[in-house]
């Protein structure tokens, strides 16, 4: 069973133009979003977080959107550089319940900038 | 700076054979963890491991062990690797024990088996 969901699978935007990533889950203990970003051939790093208690958090280009009832959230990548061509995760977890000692990721956005 | 090492970078395998991902970190973490990761299936926690000498199973943990000797250091053991446990491997490690936490990744290990 899948718990996190991403949309789409790949995307790809002009640079300059807004990419914009989607996110859906199912388990309603989830109150920690972080997105991971990662490059060929590297590990994903920590990109942006959000918990359940705020409904958006901006960090320069990135910012997340979350719908708590819809048990939604998106990232939108304003101002889309060449240099943001990754895949973007997705992940879930009870955060500070202490419910639990993982994160659930989703399958990932390929995300392409064209020049 | 946080620093996640794995070994090897790559490795080819054979059916059958036992196979040996490292990793060491240095960022004095006490969770550490094995991911793999396989096109179209994103990250999969493995095992994971909140102290040295204890590990405890993930959400697919069949066909894999796992060894935790000290605070540094975290093996992922196939005894007998298959086809099927292609894939690239990520160690990471975090601070705490609470999710909220950032997980700090290695660069992978890519192992191929024949």
């Known amino acids: 069973q899948q718990q996190v969901r991403q949309s789409p699978q790949s995307l790809t935007v002009w640079e300059g133009e807004t990419a914009i990533l989607n996110c859906s889950y199912e388990?309603?203990?989830?109150?920690?979003f972080p997105w991971y970003q990662q490059f060929p051939g590297e590990g994903p790093a920590l990109l942006i977080s959000?918990?359940?208690?705020?409904d958006k958090k901006e960090d320069g280009r990135f910012t997340i959107f979350f719908n708590k009832r819809e048990k939604k959230l998106s990232l939108h990548i304003t101002d889309s550089q060449p240099g943001d061509s990754a895949t973007y995760f997705c992940?879930?977890?009870?955060?500070?319940?202490?419910?639990?000692?993982?994160?659930?990721f989703g399958k990932g956005t390929q995300l392409i900038i064209q020049p | 700076e946080a620093a996640v090492t794995q070994s090897p970078r790559s490795k080819v395998a054979v059916t059958g054979g036992k196979v040996t991902l490292s990793c060491h970190q240095t960022?004095?973490?006490?969770?550490m963890y094995w991911y793999r990761q396989d096109t179209g299936h994103g990250l999969r926690l493995i095992h994971y491991?909140?102290?040295?000498?204890?590990?405890e199973k993930g959400d697919i943990p069949d066909g894999y062990k796992a060894s935790r000797p000290s605070q540094e250091n975290f093996s992922l053991i196939l005894e007998l690797a298959s086809l099927s446990q292609t894939a690239v491997y990520f160690c990471?490690?975090?601070?705490?024990?609470?999710?909220?936490?950032?997980?700090?990744f290695g660069s992978g290990t890519r192992l191929t088996v024949l």
């Open positions: 388990d309603s203990t989830f109150n920690y």
């Open positions: 960022n004095n973490h006490d969770y």
């Open positions: 491991s909140y102290v040295a000498d204890s590990t």
């Open positions: 990471a490690s975090s601070d705490g024990g609470l999710s909220a936490e950032t997980l700090y």
């Open positions: 959000i918990s359940s208690v705020s």
């Open positions: 992940a879930a977890s009870e955060g500070d319940t202490g419910g639990a000692d993982r994160l659930t």
